[in-house]
């Protein structure tokens, strides 16, 4: 699509493992469309997103570091530590409408192992703080994780596929339908207590399932909605 512009944070620090072979193919991919492609890296920019002794002057921690840190990891802002201070410059276009984010990761196990009765837990439950916390909280519509399970124990045409898949996937990633959050009007403000508005959980609670991951009302969790948007959810 031309026209677009693509920020793609690497945070991993291994540029030989797999992590980095996506990161070059999403590159190339959306280049081939047509995109504009930034790229951010965190460990070349020697990001620490654990505060330390550093970040710390005079008698009080800056709680203005904190929603760098945050916004570092999202692409809004590029932080740099140079010798004489903090360096901080915003990408203001990130700001502008229709941002859309996903985060493509890999890990050690095979799904299973991130399923509700797996010993890392619910794969849905893992994802929420970062993509509702993070992404969502920061105004992006998230789509759906890339996520290439158990790497480093599959055969080498199985990494291959899944390369060639996730570049396929970009060929018409702007047209994804986002995973669906429940939108902040939904709640009350401040004197309110910040809770879902009566009328709305009178709503939901009609459904068989939990409204969210985080909201879910003492019910089921909604299957794979941190995996799948509504369309592709079964």
Request: proline letters at 5%.
């Amino acid at each position: 699509m031309a026209g677009k512009t693509a920020l793609i944070v690497l945070a991993h620090q291994e540029r030989t493992s797999f992590n980095f072979a996506m990161k070059e193919a999403a590159a190339c991919a959306l280049k081939r469309k047509g995109w504009k492609v930034l790229e951010s890296d965190l460990y070349a920019m020697n990001f620490n997103a654990v505060l330390s002794r550093d970040d710390i002057t005079g008698t009080f921690i800056s709680l203005y570091y904190l929603f760098i840190m945050l916004y570092a990891i999202t692409g809004v802002v590029k932080v740099e530590k140079k010798a004489n201070g903090m360096r901080i410059s915003c990408f203001f276009m990130y700001y502008l409408q229709n941002k859309k984010a996903l985060l493509s990761f890999t890990t050690g196990a095979p799904p299973s192992m991130t399923s509700n009765s797996g010993l890392n837990g619910d794969i849905n439950v893992i994802l929420w703080p970062m993509q509702n916390g993070i992404l969502n909280f920061c105004g992006f519509q998230v789509l759906e994780p890339q996520i290439s399970y158990a790497v480093a124990h599959i055969p080498q045409e199985a990494r291959v596929g899944i390369l060639k898949n996730w570049e396929k996937r970009l060929e018409a990633i702007w047209d994804e339908k986002p995973i669906k959050f429940l939108p902040i009007q939904d709640f009350e403000g401040p004197t309110g207590g910040f809770v879902l508005k009566k009328e709305v959980e009178e709503t939901l609670s009609e459904s068989k399932y939990a409204p969210t991951v985080g909201q879910n009302l003492g019910k089921p969790l909604p299957p794979d909605s941190q995996v799948k948007s509504e369309g592709t959810r079964l």
